[in-house]
Nanobody, 124 residues
């Protein structure tokens, strides 16, 4: 298993920006897909974005396309989520996840490794 630690959450105004980071360590392999899920109060956990190890495969939820950008720095074993034009509905706990592939990450996320989450609050 890989240990994942999220950071960068906080309070931001509507229309503002925030960048989340997720540092990975340990495990049998540093390669694999990484991504983000989020869970708002009273709602189910939902997929946000994912990226393959080489960065060539990227996927976004329709609700964040054009506003969020996922990237990774393999030298630092870190994945990022740049969030722009934030809306109140983006308020949630954001979780970092690692899986063997984007397919596994999006279809069977419970099989992956999860971070503890970081709170993002967008004020209206």
């Amino acid at each position: 298993q890989v240990q994942l630690v999220e950071s960068g959450g906080g309070l931001v105004q509507v229309g503002g920006s925030l960048r989340l980071s997720c540092a990975a360590s340990g495990g049998t392999s540093s390669r694999g897909a990484m991504g983000w899920f989020r869970q708002a109060p009273g709602k189910e956990r939902e997929f946000v974005a994912a990226i393959g190890w080489s960065g060539d495969s990227i996927s976004y939820a329709d609700s964040v396309k054009g506003r969020f950008t996922i990237s990774r720095d393999n030298a630092k074993n870190t994945v990022y989520l740049q969030m722009n034009s934030l809306k109140p509905e983006d308020t949630a706990v954001y979780y970092c996840i690692r899986a063997n592939s984007i397919v596994v990450l999006t279809t069977s996320p419970r099989l992956g490794d999860w971070g503890q989450g970081t709170q993002v609050t967008v004020s209206s």
